[in-house]
């Protein structure tokens, strides 16, 4: 059974800094491009970052400079570092796994951002 289970989310002050992990099993996730998405209450869900099998980052305007992407093939689990978070980076954060034949989602994990 394949399942992509994400961690880390929680309340965080603005500028604090918080680190989510999504862990696969049931499928490599090296061999996926995987992408961090979030979506908050009454808003579209948005693409916030991309690493692909060959390493290749990518991320959204809105985040550039403050998120980092990565990837622990020995652990089998992408990370997302959130450093300088604002309240405008509320919302349930969801990894995905994009593969030559499979798309799999996880779960999510709410990250709030308040004082």
């Known amino acids: 059974q394949v399942q992509l289970v994400e961690s880390g989310g929680g309340l965080v002050h603005p500028g604090g800094s918080r680190r989510l992990s999504c862990v696969g099993s049931g499928v490599s996730l090296k061999i996926n491009r995987m992408r961090w998405y979030r979506q908050a209450p009454g808003n579209e869900r948005e693409l916030v970052a991309t690493i692909t099998p060959s390493g290749s980052i990518d991320y959204a305007d809105s985040v550039k400079g403050r998120f980092a992407i990565s990837r622990d093939n020995a652990k089998n689990t992408v990370y997302l570092q959130m450093n300088s978070l604002k309240p405008e980076d509320t919302a349930v954060y969801s990894c995905?796994?994009?593969?030559?034949?499979?798309?799999?989602w996880g779960q999510g994990t709410q990250v709030t951002v308040s004082s």
């Open positions: 995905n796994a994009d593969g030559p034949c499979n798309l799999y």
